[in-house]
Nanobody, 126 residues
Framework: EVQLVESGGGSVQAGGSLRLSCAVS????????IAWFRRAPGKERKGVSCINNPDGRTDYLDSVKGRFIVSSDNAEKMVYLQLNNVKLEDTAIYYC???????????????????WGQGTQVAVSS
């Protein structure tokens, strides 16, 4: 079975940085899309960033463009989200998710993310 495990969350001061990791097992990985979602307090889950395989295309939520970077290590089946210059509104539980098969459009538009990690908390303070 497909399993995703997030790590790297924690408390960080506004303007600071941290790196989230997602370890994937039980999947071909290099033929799938991996996305990062977040759920802020009182909000619904929203797609933040994603990386699509095999073409390697990435996409970002407008509010994080220029601040967050998604990357992957296909040999190790790892996906990362680098959060730079974090803001208070970045406070959320962050999840990684997997959708099988490559996407033809932005991987943030996919509706078939069926495998989810347990989430990791990011708390931004002023």
């Amino acid at each position: 079975e497909v399993q995703l495990v997030e790590s790297g969350g924690g408390s960080v001061q506004a303007g600071g940085s941290l790196r989230l990791s997602c370890a994937v097992s039980g999947s071909s990985f290099d033929e799938d899309a991996i996305a990062w979602f977040r759920r802020a307090p009182g909000k619904e889950r929203k797609g933040v960033s994603c990386i699509n395989n095999p073409d390697g295309r990435t996409d970002y939520l407008d509010s994080v463009k220029g601040r967050f970077i998604v990357s992957s290590d296909n040999a190790e089946k790892m996906v990362y989200l680098q959060l730079n210059n974090v803001k208070l509104e970045d406070t959320a539980i962050y999840y990684c998710a997997l959708a099988p098969g490559p996407a033809t459009d932005s991987c943030l538009l996919r509706m078939d993310y069926g495998w989810w990690g347990q989430g990791t908390q990011v708390a931004v303070s002023s």
